[in-house]
Every structure is written in C-alpha cells, then in structure tokens.
C-alpha cells in the first residue's frame, strides 16, 4: 500500500528533504543516498521544493511489498517552442543505494553502480484542466521495480518491456514500454555509487514489434521525431490513438530496412514452450529429455542457466506478465504480488538443490527433434531467423512453465555445442539447434504464415522430414500442464 503526500510533510520512516536552509543537524540525518537524488531533483525543479510524493506506507526493508520508498511527481513546463508539452515528471527513490547500511543494497564502492545503478522515470502529458498529477504511474514504477528486485536483472536503455494491457488500465493502446536515458536528470555520484536516470515510454503493441524486431534505440529515435508520440523528451500521451506506423507511414520503410541491414536486437524470450527428442521412443528414459538422477528430474546446470540469463538480461519477454506484477494485482488469475520477494533469477531452478553439476552432463546429439511453442512464441520464429540468425546471431526460447530453454544458432557462433555436423544437441533440457542459411531461408517461406498468426487455426504443425525438424504451434492449455 502506498500513500499521497507531499515530500516536505513528515512521514513515520523518512524525514522531510533538506532545503538549502536545513539545519545541519537535521541535513546529517537525512539518508545520504536519498539526499543526492533530491539534489538533482532540486537543480531541475528549484522552485517545486516539496513535491507531492507517492510513498510507500511499510518499506520493503521492514517486509511491506513496494521496493521503491517514494516516487516523487514534478510539473514540468516542457518548451512549446520545441514541441514539448507540459507534463508531469515521476521520479523513483529505491532501486538505488538511499540508506548506504545494507538494509536493502550490499553496498559495493563508490566507484560503481548505487544498488542497481538507476531510478526509474516517467514523463506524462499534462491534461488540459489537470491540477495533480495522476498516481497510476506510480503504482507501474514499483511494478517494474518488483521485477528487478525478484529478478535481478537490470534495465538499459533500449531495452523494452512488454505489458500486454493498457499502462492506466484504460482503453488506451499504449499496452509496453521501452526505456531510454532521461533527458534531463543528469548521472548522480552519491556516495554508495553512481546512480543514473531511466525513463519509461509507452508505445503501441505495433512499436513493441517494431523494436523486437529491429532494436529500441531505432524506435526511440523514430518517436523523437513524431510530436504527438513523444517528441524530443519522449512524453507518454495516453490518448494516443494511432502508431507512428499510422501517423507517418514512410517510418515503416525505415523500420524494414534497419532489420535488413542490422538484424534484431532481441536476443531472448521468456516463452511458452518445449521440445521432444524423437530420435529415442518416450519410454527410454535412460538418454531422453527427461532423464532422471536419483528422483529428482533433470534441471538445467548453474553454469547453463548463467549462459542462458545472459541471452536473456537485454530483452524483457514477449511473455512477461507472469513475471512482471501487474498494475492491478487482481488481473492476474486473482494472485497478488504481496509476499516476500525472492532476489532469486527468474532463470534458476526452483530447487537449488536439484541441480546437477556443469561437468556431469554430457552433450548428447540428437537425430530428430520436435520443438512446440504458444501461438505469440510462434510469432516470434520469423524474427530469430530473419533478424538475429542471417545475421550470424543466436536466439534462445526459456520456458516459464518448466525447466527447459531452446536455443537457435548460426554458423559460426562462438560457444555452441550444437555443430554443422551434429545440428541438434542438448545440455540436459537446454536443447541448440544449428540452422544453415540456405535451410533459414526455406524455413521462412514455409513459416511465412506465422507473421499473420490470426489466420489460423490451433493447433497448427510444420514440418522438414529431411532435416528430420517438426514445429507445432498450440493452444497455451497444452503448456500449463505439469508434462510442459
């Protein structure tokens, strides 16, 4: 639970921020962490020294379930002469270093990163006749917020996030986001570290496409270009009613033609799917993907998990709600998000203990595999083989229904187990598969169907006998199931 007050009213945890003319004693007290943020806040917003704040009722360090202890909201009177609205400006206290004793961050020097490194932030168009800021950003921030602490995986700029519903609960079709540096909050030495400045953009469910399948700075400089969906400083209008695909058809071209010089830079997904080794009939269990030590099924190895989070760590899933808390806790099959958190990756095992070590599993190749995916993973196959395999990259498919990953390669990547020779083999559940150009190629035009997945129907299955591959496309009833 939160609440709305001013920054300046006193508050059961924290002490009102220190003007130019605290009192000394009173400016010691202060946490020193959270000072260096209000300083910068101070420099950009002079004359707004006690913004109303969103504050967390219980902080996360005394067990309440919001990891970001404030989030302040500044009117900004933006430039008309530039295009740029006024708007108001959220600013988060918490996934930086604030407090410098370990109740929330180890701290590491001053030389690197304060916590995680960054606090995240918001511009939102003012409404004509608003007096006060809207609070749901609020609430978006410290879900945001819950996925890097339970994950421990940090944001950059570029990066993107996919929500799947309106970011105001709304109607609106701003449903993701991206991130980019903010441009104004400059870089923060503090004295537990550097923190910089993060800010969310919302964009359309075709600009999220758009950046999975090319990269998000290429998007983010197209939105700087287009006034009503962002402009310069990349102001979120929630009544936004048209793309900037539909605004600006032209923009399109440029987009193509970025995926065609420079690939995707999406280099994973968290995703619902699984994968069967044919070569073997289902109950040799002695080799196949469901191998068993003792009683526990094989999981993938800490060194595996540690490859694959990496393919993982720049891009936030085509899947991510199961992850990401939503804004309204309810949404979600009526769970919230209210425990403890776990600083656990997203990536590990749920138990540590079944984990078997790197060095005793041994590659095995294998004949004929058949690989399943959900219908939005599906979608995604055209994008790892047009955007990262014929450009030499590699793609990786994590399960977040099991222990089980599929990674696609190319020719040439470095570090592969997966060989020309042998194009399918597995590191226990983490299966590779080696695709040459000439057969990405002819698995585009037969897969071409997938980039229009509305027309057709589930359950929908592909197939090249003489590469010994089958491709199923399933209803996502198939994936819940403890088999998946």
């Known amino acids: 639970m ?17 003007g130019p003319t605290a009192p000394p004693a009173f400016a010691s007290l202060f946490p020193p962490g959270l000072h260096a943020i209000y300083g910068e806040c101070r ?25 970001l202890d404030y989030v302040s909201m500044y009117r900004n009177m933006g430039s008309p002469s530039a295009n740029i609205p006024e708007h108001w400006h959220y600013i988060s206290f918490g996934l930086s270093d604030l407090y410098g004793d370990s109740r929330v961050h180890e701290f590491t020097g001053t ?24 609070t749901w950003p609020a609430e978006l921030m410290q879900g945001l917020a819950r996925y890097v602490f339970q994950s421990e995986n940090t944001f950059c700029s570029g990066d993107h996030v996919s929500w799947h519903s309106p970011l105001d609960n709304s109607e609106s079709r701003i449903q993701h986001m991206l991130l980019t540096e903010d441009p104004q909050m400059q870089p923060v030495q503090t004295p537990f570290g550097v923190v910089s400045f993060l800010q969310i953009v919302g964009v359309c469910t075709e600009e999220l496409h758009a950046a999975q399948q090319w990269n998000g700075q290429g998007i983010l400089e197209l939105l700087r270009t287009v006034p009503v969906a962002g402009g310069p400083w990349l102001i979120t209008d929630m009544r936004r009613g048209e793309t900037i695909f539909e605004i600006d058809p032209h923009l399109q071209e440029r987009v193509d033609k970025g995926i065609e010089m420079d690939g995707s830079n999406l280099s994973g997904v968290s995703a619902k799917c699984a994968w069967d080794d044919l070569s073997r009939p289902p109950e040799d269990d002695e080799d196949s993907r469901s191998i068993c030590i003792g009683t526990q099924p094989r999981r993938l190895s800490g060194k ?61 190749q294998l004949e004929s595999v058949h690989l399943k995916f ?64 000439e057969f990405v190629e002819k698995m585009l035009e037969d897969l071409e169907d997938l980039t229009s997945p509305e027309e057709f129907k589930l359950p929908k299955e592909y197939s090249w006998p003489e590469k010994k591959l089958k491709v199923s496309i399933l209803p996502d009833v198939v994936f819940d199931s403890p088999l998946h």
């Open 2 to 18: 939160a609440e709305l007050r001013p920054s300046g009213a006193p508050g059961p945890t924290a002490p009102p921020a220190p």
């Open 43 to 67: 420099r950009l917003y002079p004359d707004q020294p006690n913004p109303l704040q969103v504050t967390a009722i219980v902080k996360y360090w005394l067990g309440g379930p919001d990891p």
């Open 111 to 134: 030389d690197g990163p304060s916590g995680f490194g960054f606090e995240l932030t918001f511009r939102l168009k003012r409404e004509t006749g608003e007096s006060a800021p809207p």
């Open 304 to 364: 595996d998990t540690e490859q694959i989070r990496e393919t993982l760590r720049r891009g936030l899933e085509i899947n991510s709600k199961p992850v990401l808390p939503p804004i309204n806790p309810q949404r979600q099959n009526g769970l919230t998000h209210d425990r403890a958190p776990s600083r656990k990756d997203s990536l590990e095992s749920d138990s540590s203990t079944a984990i078997i070590p790197h060095e005793l599993i041994r590659t095995r």
């Open 374 to 437: 959900n219908q939005e993973s599906g979608a995604l196959i055209p994008l790892c083989l047009r955007g990262r395999l014929l450009h030499g990259r590699h793609f990786t498919y994590k399960s977040i229904t099991g222990d089980m990953a599929i990674t696609f390669v190319s020719t040439g990547v470095e570090g592969a187990f997966a060989t020309e020779e042998h194009p399918y083999a597995a590191h226990g559940p983490w299966l590779q598969i080696l695709l040459t150009g």
